[in-house]
């Protein structure tokens, strides 16, 4: 009786915690932009789109600057799943259009517009996604652009939300 009393209260709080569903399908092929180069990142960005399992959340950015050595920090609040989530630390490449902040998943540049004023980052696990600007006033076709690289790389679009 005690078994499945256990059992019982373990589903039980089971179900108030959401498992997270991935943004994109991890078998979709995805890509980076190989020719981004890390020295675009330096300034400051607003998060102007995103992928939220509910609304709440609003803020998001980051900014990006070099340190006394040259090499690229970064501190990010990025809103995901109604909740601010952050990094911060030493930027490091790790592959063509790929860096970290302070290690951990890999950000994909999807795309960057070609003045560096819009960003699209994903992962190739669908984990995160997001749109960052450095005005946070992105025009449409910008937009246009942005939604278009995230369907072409898998991610589900009916659940992207626009700041």
């Not at 070609?114 to 937009?143: E, Y």
Request: hydrophobic residues 45%.
């Amino acid at each position: 009786m005690a078994l499945i009393a256990a059992i019982l209260a373990g589903l039980a709080a089971c179900t108030g915690s959401r498992i997270a569903q991935p943004l994109r399908s991890s078998g979709d092929p995805i890509y980076s932009n190989a020719s981004f180069d890390l020295s675009r990142l330096t300034g400051t960005w607003v998060q102007v789109a995103g992928f939220a399992a509910e609304p709440g959340c609003a803020g998001g950015g980051a900014t990006f600057s070099k340190d006394l050595s040259g090499a690229t920090t970064g501190d990010a609040r990025i809103c995901m799943a109604g909740r601010l989530q952050g990094w911060s630390g030493a930027v490091t490449s790790v592959g063509p259009g790929r860096f970290t902040i302070g290690g951990g998943e890999a950000w994909w540049v999807l795309w960057d517009d070609a003045d560096n004023r819009t960003l699209v980052i994903g992962t190739p696990s669908g984990a995160f996604g997001f749109v960052l600007d450095r005005t946070g006033d992105l025009p449409a076709d910008r937009l246009a652009a942005a939604r278009e690289i995230l369907d072409f790389n898998g991610y589900d679009l009916a659940r992207l939300r626009i700041d």
